[in-house]
């Protein structure tokens, strides 16, 4: 005439049970198919190239010619930092 004991849970003052760990990010099915599936080499990763390039040269360009160069929205944002602008967009509302 055993009973069966099973663990209770136990939470005042005793130990509690573990949280689950988060997630793995993973890229959706979509992002994947399209990463899988660009083109990239040949001449579309020659033409990149030469437009990024390109690019650079422009900007280094114009930084020895004393005039402000555009990279891009992360700018914007330092700019906005720098000013002491508490709002971006609604967020900030």
């Known amino acids: 005439?055993?009973?069966?004991?099973?663990?209770?849970?136990?939470?005042?003052?005793?130990?509690?049970?573990?949280?689950?760990?988060?997630?793995?990010?993973?890229p959706s099915v979509d992002y994947a198919w399209k990463i899988q599936n660009r083109e990239y080499g040949g001449d579309e990763k020659e033409r990149r190239d030469e437009m990024r390039r390109q690019e650079a040269e422009e900007r280094q360009r114009a930084r020895e010619a004393g005039d402000k160069v555009d990279?891009?929205?992360?700018?914007?944002?330092?700019?906005?930092?720098?000013?002491?602008?508490k709002s971006k967009g609604s967020a900030g509302k």
């Open 71 to 85: 990279i891009g929205a992360a700018a914007a944002e330092w700019e906005r930092v720098a000013s002491g602008s």
């Open 1 to 26: 005439q055993f009973t069966e004991f099973r663990a209770m849970p136990y939470f005042a003052g005793g130990a509690a049970p573990k949280a689950k760990a988060a997630p793995i990010a993973r």
